[in-house]
Protein backbone atom coordinates (compact mmCIF):
# COMPACT_ATOMS: atom_id res chain seq x y z
CA UNK A 1 0.00 0.00 0.00
CA UNK A 2 0.80 3.55 -0.56
CA UNK A 3 -0.37 6.53 1.02
CA UNK A 4 -0.47 10.12 0.09
CA UNK A 5 -0.59 13.17 1.84
CA UNK A 6 -1.42 16.71 0.31
CA UNK A 7 -0.66 19.59 1.42
CA UNK A 8 -0.29 23.65 0.60
CA UNK A 9 -4.18 24.44 -0.30
CA UNK A 10 -5.40 27.46 0.75
CA UNK A 11 -7.18 30.57 -0.77
CA UNK A 12 -5.07 33.49 -2.63
CA UNK A 13 -6.56 35.90 -4.96
CA UNK A 14 -6.37 35.97 -9.01
CA UNK A 15 -3.10 36.22 -10.57
CA UNK A 16 -1.75 34.41 -7.20
CA UNK A 17 0.28 31.52 -6.39
CA UNK A 18 0.57 28.33 -4.46
CA UNK A 19 2.66 25.47 -4.33
CA UNK A 20 1.06 21.81 -3.41
CA UNK A 21 2.90 19.42 -2.00
CA UNK A 22 2.34 15.48 -1.71
CA UNK A 23 4.23 13.21 0.55
CA UNK A 24 4.09 9.44 -0.03
CA UNK A 25 4.95 6.48 2.48
CA UNK A 26 4.29 2.75 2.79
CA UNK A 27 5.29 0.87 -0.17
CA UNK A 28 6.74 3.90 -2.48
CA UNK A 29 8.52 3.48 -5.64
CA UNK A 30 10.35 5.75 -7.81
CA UNK A 31 9.00 3.74 -10.76
CA UNK A 32 5.59 5.15 -10.18
CA UNK A 33 3.73 7.77 -11.86
CA UNK A 34 2.48 10.33 -10.14
CA UNK A 35 -0.46 12.82 -10.91
CA UNK A 36 -2.45 15.37 -9.70
CA UNK A 37 -6.38 15.74 -10.08
CA UNK A 38 -8.60 18.73 -9.29
CA UNK A 39 -12.39 17.73 -8.86
CA UNK A 40 -14.49 21.16 -8.88
CA UNK A 41 -18.12 21.21 -7.00
CA UNK A 42 -20.77 19.45 -9.67
CA UNK A 43 -17.96 18.70 -11.94
CA UNK A 44 -15.98 15.50 -12.67
CA UNK A 45 -12.57 14.82 -11.34
CA UNK A 46 -9.57 15.50 -14.21
CA UNK A 47 -5.92 15.51 -14.54
CA UNK A 48 -4.33 18.43 -14.39
CA UNK A 49 -0.53 17.27 -14.53
CA UNK A 50 1.37 13.49 -14.34
CA UNK A 51 5.06 13.37 -14.26
CA UNK A 52 6.94 9.75 -14.88
CA UNK A 53 9.58 8.36 -13.02
CA UNK A 54 11.88 9.58 -15.60
CA UNK A 55 10.08 13.08 -15.59
CA UNK A 56 7.71 13.30 -18.78
CA UNK A 57 4.95 15.31 -17.89
CA UNK A 58 1.31 15.61 -18.92
CA UNK A 59 -0.56 19.16 -18.44
CA UNK A 60 -4.02 19.65 -19.04
CA UNK A 61 -4.65 22.23 -21.62
CA UNK A 62 -5.81 24.74 -19.22
CA UNK A 63 -3.12 24.89 -16.59
CA UNK A 64 -0.47 24.89 -19.72
CA UNK A 65 2.10 27.68 -19.08
CA UNK A 66 0.66 28.26 -15.50
CA UNK A 67 1.66 25.04 -13.55
CA UNK A 68 4.71 23.13 -13.39
CA UNK A 69 4.60 19.69 -11.79
CA UNK A 70 7.93 18.10 -10.05
CA UNK A 71 8.78 15.36 -8.16
CA UNK A 72 12.02 14.67 -5.59
CA UNK A 73 12.45 11.04 -5.44
CA UNK A 74 14.43 10.66 -2.40
CA UNK A 75 12.10 12.57 -0.81
CA UNK A 76 9.05 10.77 -2.07
CA UNK A 77 6.99 13.77 -2.76
CA UNK A 78 5.36 15.37 -5.42
CA UNK A 79 4.67 19.17 -6.54
CA UNK A 80 2.55 21.01 -7.99
CA UNK A 81 3.77 24.98 -8.61
CA UNK A 82 0.65 26.92 -9.43
CA UNK A 83 0.93 30.45 -10.38
CA UNK A 84 -1.17 32.82 -12.14
CA UNK A 85 -4.31 31.22 -10.73
CA UNK A 86 -7.42 31.91 -11.80
CA UNK A 87 -10.97 31.60 -9.98
CA UNK A 88 -11.97 29.09 -12.24
CA UNK A 89 -8.92 26.79 -10.63
CA UNK A 90 -10.97 26.45 -7.54
CA UNK A 91 -11.41 23.00 -6.95
CA UNK A 92 -10.29 20.11 -4.64
CA UNK A 93 -6.48 18.83 -5.36
CA UNK A 94 -5.87 15.04 -5.14
CA UNK A 95 -2.69 13.53 -5.63
CA UNK A 96 -2.37 10.06 -6.99
CA UNK A 97 -0.23 7.56 -8.02
CA UNK A 98 -0.19 4.52 -10.42
CA UNK A 99 2.54 1.97 -12.05
CA UNK A 100 2.69 1.90 -15.69
CA UNK A 101 2.28 4.60 -18.33
CA UNK A 102 2.01 8.78 -18.06
CA UNK A 103 -1.96 8.08 -17.97
CA UNK A 104 -4.51 10.94 -17.82
CA UNK A 105 -7.52 8.86 -16.95
CA UNK A 106 -8.71 9.22 -13.34
CA UNK A 107 -9.70 5.30 -13.14
CA UNK A 108 -6.41 3.76 -14.38
CA UNK A 109 -4.86 5.64 -10.90
CA UNK A 110 -4.22 3.44 -8.21
CA UNK A 111 -3.73 5.34 -5.19
CA UNK A 112 -5.01 8.70 -3.80
CA UNK A 113 -4.47 11.23 -0.70
CA UNK A 114 -7.40 12.77 0.45
CA UNK A 115 -7.23 16.34 -0.98
CA UNK A 116 -6.77 19.81 -0.48
CA UNK A 117 -9.08 23.00 -1.11
CA UNK A 118 -7.63 25.40 -3.68
CA UNK A 119 -9.86 28.53 -3.42
CA UNK A 120 -8.55 31.00 -5.56
CA UNK A 121 -11.02 34.66 -5.00
CA UNK A 122 -11.47 37.01 -8.16
Known amino acids: QVQLVESGGGLVQAGGSLRLSCAASGRTRNSYVMGWFRQAPGKERELVAAISSGGSTKYADSVKGRFTISRDNAKNTLYLQMNSLKPEDTAVYYC????????????????WGQGTQVTVSS
Open 96 to 111: AARLGWLSPNVESYDY
